[in-house]
């Protein structure tokens, strides 16, 4: 049976650097704030040092929308110069991607904020960015199978890179997905760049928010989707070194950042090693009786990972993803008036004071009417002349 191997992401730096993201005025408020930023790119996190020019600082570094969150937020009380802060890879807003040149890219933005408790314009931003690319590794005894007479297996076998995108869209033709709309169609790819030798297994699907307070399990131990609504079943290429599935973009109540973490169980090709990809989630309890096989027979097993920030805002673009007060709200319609609850508020208050002074001056109008016409009937008087009544005159 082969030797099992757990790996993680092995990085090794290749760069650093950090942006101010300020305008002039602002850099020099931050050159007598600081005098110097080193970033230091670690394995698991990205340490920031700070030299302030005053003997101690006293504030709060964050990064970029959780200045309400303690677990992401250090607090410092006259603390001596110069200060550290370190900004873990896979949580705390830390975004991943991978560049062209094979190599990954992992950037934040953190702020740091000269007061504990207010959130001032003194505060200032820099955009951290660290650059690695994986080690190589090799596998040792991945293949100690028995062998035949006519062909020598080798032992020593080179670590496949593994790696996890998530795609805008339907297909992997879409640009990799950083900032999106809840509902918005997502692609998952897990691959190995290994052809011949290793296929790939996926199981222990979970997406986390990224801040240690919750996290939900999307694929189960067997390879087999646990809520098809959230996230379906990973569709396995004919080669076995890629899979694939699509879902709809989601996120915690709290956060707008989500973190997916699978775990790819390498399986050789030869004498039907892969034979349990993809996995029969139609009878799920013999299934289970070999996840522990899956384990034991797996020569390494990678944990990939991918984050990527998910808004609650609607797009105009797709009218059929919102509501119907969110598709009133935006149409184009030049008779179409919308105002704010105050100022409608103070327009039915100038319309009811409008409409009782119109009433008091009706009735004002009314009241004079009334007085003029009774002063012309006092001043009349009534004819009391003689009256002939033709027609019964005589004449004698």
Sequence with gaps: MANKFILLCALALCSVHADH??????LSDLNDMSKDITIECNNKEISVTIDTKSKSFTGIIYP????KNSSCMAEF???????VYKLPLRSCNTMSTYLNDGLVEYFNTIVLQPHRKLVTNQGKGFHIRCKYQTNDQLLTNVLNMSTTDEAAMVETAKMPTCIMKIFSGKTVKQDVAENVKIGDP???VISINSGDIFGLFITDCLVRDGLGWGDQHLIDQSGCSIEDDIMGQFQYSANKTTAVVNFQAHKFPYTTSVY????VHLCLKANGGCAITPPNCSNRKRFRREDQSIEDESPATIEVYSGLYVNEGVDSGNPEQMDQVAREKILDDPYNICISQRNFAISIAIAGLILMLLTVITALILLMRRHKKSVSSSGSSVYSGPYTNTAFSHTS
């Excluded at 970029?64 to 200045?67: D, E, T």
């Excluded at 009380?77 to 200060?83: C, R």
């Excluded at 997916?260 to 775990?263: G, L, N, T």
């Design 64 to 67: 970029k929308g959780l200045s």
């Design 21 to 26: 993201l300020m305008s002039n005025d602002a």
């Design 77 to 83: 009380n006259y603390e001596k110069s110069p200060i």
């Design 186 to 188: 997502l692609t998952m």
């Design 260 to 263: 997916y973490q699978c775990h």
